[in-house]
Nanobody, 122 residues
């Protein structure tokens, strides 16, 4: 059973950067696409980005993430990263990683981490 653990969240000033990590353990990591999701306070969770199992396909969902966030993965380390730059107050919230068989299915993912809190504030 694949398990996911997020880390790297924290408090950052507007315009700053953070790199979130999603560490996978168990079996099957190499066969799964991994997505990052954001749940802002009082809002529904939304998909930010997804990367396929080989790292060849990267998808960015909301327009606000394009050009500011970069997803990557290191299969040798069982890790997926989300580099977040030029952070805004609206980026505040809990960030989750999730696994699915493909990025087309990431919205139906049933493997989730526990989340990591990001707060963008001066």
């Amino acid at each position: 059973q694949l398990q996911l653990v997020e880390s790297g969240g924290g408090l950052v000033q507007p315009g700053g950067s953070l790199r979130l990590s999603c560490t996978a353990s168990g079996s099957g990591f190499l066969y799964h696409a991994i997505g990052w999701f954001h749940r802002a306070p009082g809002k529904e969770r939304e998909a930010i980005s997804c990367i396929d199992n080989e790292g060849d396909l990267r998808v960015y969902y909301p327009d606000s993430a394009a050009g500011r966030f970069i997803i990557s993965r290191d299969n040798a380390k069982n890790m997926v990263y989300l580099q977040m730059n030029m952070l805004k107050s609206e980026d505040t919230g809990v960030y989750y990683c999730a696994a699915a068989w493909s990025c087309d299915r990431i919205g139906f993912a049933d493997l989730w981490g526990q989340g990591t809190q990001v707060t963008v504030s001066s």
